[in-house]
């Protein structure tokens, strides 16, 4: 990590080396969390998270200031929600992302961003289990750094700037129709990965 | 539910990444709400955001976040399932999916619908931005205008069915188009078919009288 994890001085609760956790160890943490609320536990996730999370929040367009505060927000609620979480259904990545999108958007728009509910989480039918998730983050994030430039520029346009698609159309000069189609080979080969099918890196 | 007809790749995409407009939102996370085959394609995206997120450069926080917050969770308690589902003691419209719910509290036949010609009423969502998002409520027999679109336009089924040039399309079903597709929708069912819709560009009536009552219709 570049920058020196915040807070790290308080209460000398962080004494893990962050850097040589493995994402499968961070699902653990908030799975803890999940069953017991543990302070140590949760700083060592903010450590972490809350850098990530400002940063999706700055660049989704947010002003520093602003993103600060709706960076604390966020992992307070992280807090607030962890019973919530399943690490059998995601990874602890992807339960924060998911928090940290739903409130910016709030945030920017005044206006709750419609949800599907993470309720019904527990409902949904996943096969795969907890260490699986970690292996398929692992394995996605190597094929994102590997789709061509014309498609992992446009999942970067969606979900770092939330551009629409006519929006990302107009910025990039080319019909709806080649974005969508675009989007929709980056996710055919994501949805290959995850689905556990042959894929040449 | 026996759904036929799905969401689309790219909508999925952008519905996780937070891209959709609230009005095209609202219609996706409905359909997720019944649909569990798309609702396991939408934990993939947002696993990509997951994925994304781990990849961004850490920005710095402030060194007094961290403590400001411990000191805020003695007196924070941990949301509990009760609090946290309070939607749930409502009285439940089976017909109303639950994201819709947050903005609907009465049966779909109370709600004030406003005619735009004879046997199409509509019921505007509550917030202002591009394109459209309400209810369309069409008699039997009816027909939407011929249209095409400048940008995405999505449908669902809440009540009766439809059919255009894609498809029929039942209670659950999703039609999500874009400008590559010219239809006229045509009620099929034995009552009103009631469906939600958003747009995230105005729609193009590709008639004669389709332009001369847009200014009418709301689109």
Request: aromatic share 12%; no cysteine; charged share 40%.
């Given at each position: 990590m570049k920058n020196r994890p915040p807070g790290e001085d308080v209460d000398n609760i962080v004494q893990l080396n962050q850097a040589e956790m493995a994402s499968s160890d961070w699902s653990d943490l908030l799975g803890s969390l999940a069953v017991k609320p543990d302070k140590h536990i949760y700083a060592r996730l903010f450590n972490h998270f809350a850098p990530k999370v400002k940063a999706y929040i700055v660049r989704l367009g947010v002003a520093l200031s602003a993103a600060e505060e709706l960076t604390q927000e966020v992992m307070l609620s992280v807090w607030r929600k962890a019973h919530m979480y399943h690490p059998e259904k995601a990874a602890a990545s992807t339960w924060i992302f998911t928090l940290a999108r739903n409130q910016s958007i709030d945030w920017m728009?005044?206006?709750?961003?419609?949800?599907?509910?993470?309720?019904?989480w527990s409902e949904t039918a996943s096969e795969s289990g907890q260490g699986e998730q970690e292996v398929l983050s692992d394995r996605v994030a190597r094929a994102i750094s590997q789709l061509p430039e014309k498609q992992s520029q446009v999942i970067y346009m969606s979900y770092?700037?939330?551009?629409s698609h006519g929006d990302i159309a107009s910025r990039l000069d080319i019909p709806l129709g080649s974005v969508k189609s675009r989007i929709r080979l980056a996710s055919e080969k994501l949805k290959q990965i995850w689905g556990g099918e042959e894929y040449e890196y | 539910m026996n759904i036929n007809h799905h969401l689309d790749d790219a909508t999925l995409v952008s519905y996780s990444a937070g891209a959709l407009s609230q009005g095209m939102a609202l219609v996706v996370a409905s359909h997720l709400s019944v649909c569990p085959q798309c609702r396991q394609r939408a934990e993939i995206n947002d696993a990509v955001g997951g994925v994304l997120l781990e990849s961004l450069e850490s920005e710095t926080v402030s060194d007094d976040m961290l403590a400001s917050i411990l000191t805020q969770l003695d007196d924070l308690p941990a949301e509990t399932h009760s609090a946290v589902s309070?939607?749930?003691?409502?009285?439940?419209?089976?017909?109303?999916p639950a994201p819709l719910r947050e903005y609907i509290d009465c049966s779909l036949d109370q709600l004030e619908w406003k005619r735009i010609v004879p046997g199409v009423t509509y019921y505007d969502m509550p917030w202002e931005g591009r394109g459209v998002s309400r209810l369309l409520r069409i008699a039997p027999g009816k027909a939407m205008l011929a249209h095409t679109h400048n940008g995405n336009e999505l449908t669902m089924v809440l009540r009766g069915s439809f059919s255009d040039e894609v498809g029929h399309f039942r209670r659950g079903d999703v039609a999500d188009l874009d400008d590559q597709i010219e239809h006229q929708p045509l009620v099929d069912s034995e009552v009103d078919c009631i469906c939600l819709i958003a747009t995230d560009a105005p729609l193009r009536f590709t008639t004669l009288f389709g332009k001369l009552v847009q200014p009418i219709t709301g689109f």
């Open positions: 728009r005044k206006q709750k961003y419609p949800q599907y509910s993470l309720d019904e770092f700037e939330g551009r | 309070g939607l749930t003691r409502k009285t439940i419209d089976p017909e109303i």
